[in-house]
Antibody
């Protein structure tokens, strides 16, 4: 079971960032996928989650700027953040969630992808 | 949705036990049986250590245990080892398919 993020890099303030996460070793239909970020030297912040059904949920503080989506045919998940500022500079992680199994946790996590917002 | 409260740092000597607290509200920690704990070494991704308050994933030593009372969850590490030195984060369901993390605790093994 493995998840792998990509798409990080330098983003201009006011622009958008788009990250991808590819999952392997499990069938997405039974699980959910989430995004979590960590600003330099800071704690973890939950961003959003998507289920196989297409149902999504967002951190209320980010909801207006974030979109999570899934391509079930490719087991690939995406995160888009618009109108970015320096506060969006962080390592972005994707992680697997057990879905509606009755348990609740994020595992495994990808290695993370660094996004830097700067002009 | 405010971050859960954790002590900034804790420390202990090898072989000792330490407990890290995670305080929330009745809308998160106190309201659900879904608290998880993650260990993060510098430059690495978080690793699941405890889930559903007390459950331990396979491969995690039984030196790690979790508990909860009211709005406060706790992670206890017994028989401290040098490799336990890391940052630890708690996480709780906050309802309506949302989650909230703690600010993190730096564990130093003296």
């Amino acid at each position: 079971v493995q998840v792998l993020e990509s798409g990080g890099g330098l983003v201009q303030p006011g622009g958008s960032l788009r990250l991808s996460c590819v999952a392997s070793g499990f069938t997405f239909s039974s699980y959910a996928m989430t995004w979590v970020r960590q600003a330099p030297g800071k704690g973890l912040e939950w961003i959003a989650i998507t289920y196989y059904s297409g149902s999504t949920s967002y951190n209320p503080s980010l909801k207006s700027r974030v979109t999570i989506s899934v391509d079930t045919s490719r087991n690939q998940f995406s995160l888009k953040v618009k109108s970015v500022t320096a506060a969006d500079t962080a390592v972005y992680y994707c992680a697997k969630h057990p879905g509606s199994s009755g348990s609740d946790f994020f595992d495994p996590w990808g290695q993370g992808t660094l996004v830097s917002v700067s002009s | 949705q405010s971050a859960l409260t954790q002590p900034r740092s804790v420390s202990g000597s090898p072989g000792q036990s330490v407990t890290i607290s995670c305080t929330g509200t009745s809308s998160d920690v106190g309201g659900y049986k879904y608290v998880s704990w993650y260990q993060q070494h510098p430059g690495k991704a978080p690793k699941l250590m405890i889930y559903d308050v007390t459950k331990r994933p396979s491969g995690v030593p039984d030196r790690f245990s979790g508990s909860k009372s009211g709005n406060t969850a706790s992670l206890t590490i017994s028989g401290l080892q040098a490799e336990d030195e890391a940052d630890y984060f708690c996480c709780s369901s906050a309802g309506r398919n949302t989650w909230v993390f703690g600010g993190g605790t730096k564990l130093t093994v003296l």
